[in-house]
Nanobody
Framework: QVRLVESGGGSVQAGGSLRLSCAGT????????LAWFRQAPGKEREGVAAIRGDGMITVYADSVKGRFTISKDNAKNFLYLQMNSLKPEDTAMYYCAADGRWKLQASTYTYWGQGTQVTVSP
C-alpha cells in the first residue's frame, strides 16, 4: 500500500528554520518527480519545490528560491524540505507528493501525504 507521511512541521518565528521530512514507500521512476506543495487557508494549493527521481533536476517556486532546498535519500525512501529564513507568508499546510509527471503541476501527481502544518509568526 502506498503511503506518504510528512513530519517536521511546527511553529517558528520569522527568520527561523524548519526541516520537513516525508517518509514513503513509493517507487518513483527516474524521470518522474517528487515534490512539496503547500496550501494556506482560502488559497489554492501551490507547488513549492520538486526533484526528479534521478535527482538531476530541482525546481522551486519563485517565492522560495534561495530559502528552501529539496533533497531526497533513496536508500531511506525519504524526501526533505529544508526551509530557512521563513516568512509569515510561508504559513500553510505542507504536503509531499510522489510519482509526478511534471515538476510543480499538482494534477500530475499520483500520491499525496496528509500534510504537516507550518506556522510562521512575525
Amino acid at each position: 500500500q502506498v503511503r506518504l507521511v510528512e513530519s517536521g512541521g511546527g511553529s517558528v518565528q520569522a527568520g527561523g528554520s524548519l526541516r520537513l521530512s516525508c517518509a514513503g514507500t513509493v517507487y518513483t521512476y527516474s524521470t518522474y518527480y517528487l515534490a512539496w506543495f503547500r496550501q494556506a487557508p482560502g488559497k489554492e494549493r501551490e507547488g513549492v519545490a520538486a526533484i526528479r527521481g534521478d535527482g538531476m533536476i530541482t525546481v522551486y517556486a519563485d517565492s522560495v528560491k534561495g530559502r528552501f532546498t529539496i533533497s531526497k535519500d533513496n536508500a531511506k525512501n525519504f524526501l526533505y524540505l529544508q526551509m530557512n529564513s521563513l516568512k509569515p507568508e510561508d504559513t500553510a499546510m505542507y504536503y509531499c507528493a510522489a510519482d509526478g509527471r511534471w515538476k510543480l503541476q499538482a494534477s500530475t501527481y499520483t500520491y499525496w501525504g496528509q500534510g504537516t502544518q507550518v506556522t510562521v509568526s512575525p
